[in-house]
């Protein structure tokens, strides 16, 4: 169930596993362009996504490149830099996802009035008391999305809406709206999706 009581972070940093998803990559950067969080990320996240998208979509790296340039582009302000140094002191986290936590504590350093949480899939990798000790938060995409639709029903439902046009495969059967938010295990935002299209 939603938890009415969190609030959204003013950033979030998008881990690759959720770029990787074209429904949840979508409703992020439909979110950042509304101005509702701004969106992070480092070279490192840009190089797992552009490595593994290469692989699964059978895509060359060259073209994913170019599209993280416009990415970049789009969100100058996303890219966190080198975060190694930011990496220090972490110890229950997954290691290999430490460079994630890392970008979130570069945002934190630069602007420490601003709240800043991690957008994941991968809940296990990261170590709750460790990011809240550090002031993280951490989201799964359904409890993520599903808040940000309480800040304007009627926008996010607009881009629901327009949803299956942009994230289909062209060669493919376009999934409706709520097939493919259930592909994507988003089912509180599906329900809120469907309550309201059927008011």
Request: charged share 15%; aromatic share 20%.
């Given at each position: 169930m939603l938890n009415p009581q969190r609030v959204v972070p003013d950033a979030v940093v998008l881990d690759a596993c959720v770029l990787i998803s074209n429904v949840l990559r979508y409703l992020s950067l439909q979110v950042a362009r509304a101005?509702?969080?701004?969106?992070?990320?480092?070279?490192?996240?840009?190089?797992?996504?552009?490595?593994?998208a290469s692989r699964l979509w059978q895509v060359p790296p060259e073209s994913l490149w170019q599209d993280w340039q416009a990415f970049n582009a789009e969100f100058p302000n996303a890219d966190q830099g080198g975060v190694q140094n930011f990496k220090e002191g972490l110890v229950y986290s997954d290691p290999k996802d430490w460079h994630v936590i890392a970008a979130a504590r570069v945002a934190l350093a630069e602007h420490s009035n601003r709240s800043v949480g991690i957008l994941t899939k991968n809940l296990r990798d990261f170590n709750r008391s460790e990011l809240k000790r550090l002031?993280?938060?951490?989201?799964?995409?359904?409890?993520?999305?599903?808040?940000?639709?309480?800040r304007d029903p009627a926008r996010f439902q607009t881009w629901l809406a327009q949803m299956p046009a942009q994230v289909n495969a062209p060669d493919k059967e376009p999934l409706p709206v709520a097939e493919l938010l259930k592909r994507e295990r988003l089912f509180v935002l599906n329900k809120l999706y469907l309550s309201r299209i059927n008011d």
């Open positions: 101005g509702w969080v701004q969106p992070l990320w480092s070279p490192v996240i840009a190089d797992e996504w552009v490595r593994n002031q993280i938060a951490l989201w799964e995409p359904d409890a993520f999305f599903s808040a940000c639709w309480q």
